[in-house]
């Protein structure tokens, strides 16, 4: 461990005792004393009390700067106004029915006039939706195998949780990676229908449809990959991988779960141009509150009207996660908006060149809309690998 890290755990001790505290008691009743394995960091993580805007505090007083918001849930920062509104009046109106209510249809059209896409149907969550999406994929080609990069997150369903943060004794050829499943309980069947490229290796992606002619369903991608900092698409990739599966009659799955309301207005498809066969949308599209949705052409959907796919779900457009969605798109997620976080997205993106070139900090900034990372390596990362050569205990300390 660095000198400057060990320092740096030190003060974040002293600063956090009553975070410390809570930790122990949480750990008794709750699996590393937390709710979601990603939110376990050592020496513990810090407990949030409030949120407000673009701040968090924590139970010790302690004030932040939210630079992660929720794992890019909140665009709209923590209780921004017209959500607060829109839930509140949801509230008091009956939360949940079980029925269908007008906001579905009305949500619907908002999204479906922005992405390209005709139909929707909604969930609660990223892994939810990207789930549907890889089933309707199958059934819509009648085949088992879907693409994913290695490196990649799209949840934590079984043909979801395979090679996202693989060892590099296990991971294989870089031309065909190994499909590693990220922890027990997947069961094999699900592993072998999973099969693994390289992010920007489109040479890569021709030959995994070569070895398994006819039984790649769908290629699913994040057009950026963001679980790795943010690795760029290079050049080409996006529409190569639209040509590809044109070609071998595969889905295109634009996972846009983060870049759908961070990227821009229309989210990837509109930013870089490239048409998808389906998208799923979750994080930020609620404001806060979940809301996940998927969407495809008529001729997709309509596996799930004709009552061949099935979808379903309790909570699916209770009234808390539709009021929220609506205020989203309606007052939040609008192109002034866009551009004015574009400007802001610039200037935080520029102050952080400029202090990596006066200290001298072997890193870079990669950003597109209002998404940023600092990326503690000297050149551009293309794929997992390349990020694993990372310095770990440097950016803990960052
Ligand atoms: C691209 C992407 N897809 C899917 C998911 C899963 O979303 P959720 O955590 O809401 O299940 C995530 C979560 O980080 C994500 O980043």
Request: aromatic fraction near 8%.
């Amino acid at each position: 461990m660095h000198e400057e890290l060990q320092k740096e755990i030190t003060t974040y001790e002293k600063r956090t005792p009553k975070s410390a505290e809570a930790h122990r008691r949480a750990e008794k009743r709750l699996p590393l004393g937390v709710a979601s394995n990603y939110r376990t960091y050592e020496p513990y993580p810090i407990f949030v009390k409030e949120g407000h805007g673009s701040k968090i505090r924590d139970i010790d007083g302690n004030e932040y700067v939210d630079h992660n918001l929720c794992f890019g849930s909140l665009i709209a920062g923590h209780g921004h106004p017209a959500i607060v509104k829109a839930v509140e009046k949801a509230l008091h109106m009956g939360t949940t029915f079980g029925m269908p209510h007008e906001m579905e249809w009305e949500l619907a059209e908002e999204i479906c006039g922005r992405f390209p896409i005709e139909m929707i149907r909604f969930g609660s969550s990223g892994t939810e939706v990207t789930m549907h999406a890889c089933r309707l994929a199958r059934a819509a080609t009648k085949r088992d195998k879907i693409l994913k990069f290695e490196g990649g997150y799209h949840g934590l369903h079984d043909t979801a949780l395979v090679s996202v943060k693989p060892k590099p004794e296990e991971y294989g050829e870089e031309s065909a990676p190994n499909s590693v499943p990220g922890g027990l309980g997947i069961p094999k069947g699900s592993i072998d229908n999973v099969v693994v490229a390289s992010f920007n290796d489109l040479a890569g992606v021709e030959y995994r449809f070569e070895q398994h002619p006819n039984q790649i369903a769908a290629v699913i991608l994040e057009p950026i990959m963001m679980n790795v900092g943010l690795c760029m698409p290079q050049a080409g990739f996006l529409q190569g991988l639209r040509d590809v599966t044109a070609r071998h009659g595969a889905l295109l799955i634009f996972d846009e779960v983060k870049t759908g309301a961070k990227l821009g207005w229309g989210g990837a498809s509109e930013y870089f141009g490239v048409k998808p066969d389906v998208i799923t949308l979750a994080k930020s599209i609620g404001g806060g509150v979940p809301l996940g949705a998927f969407g495809a052409s008529r001729a997709v959907m309509n596996l799930i009207s004709d009552h061949k796919v099935f979808h379903g779900g309790t909570f699916n457009t209770n009234r808390l996660s539709m009021s929220a969605g609506l205020a989203m798109f309606r007052e939040v997620l609008t192109r002034e908006n866009y551009a004015t976080v574009a400007k802001l997205s610039k200037k935080l993106a520029d102050g952080y060149r400029k202090t990596i070139a006066k200290v001298g900090l072997q890193a870079y900034v990669a950003s597109a809309g209002v998404n940023g990372s600092l990326m503690l390596y000297p050149q551009e990362i293309r794929n997992y690998r390349d990020w694993l050569k990372v310095d770990q205990d440097l950016w803990r300390q960052y």
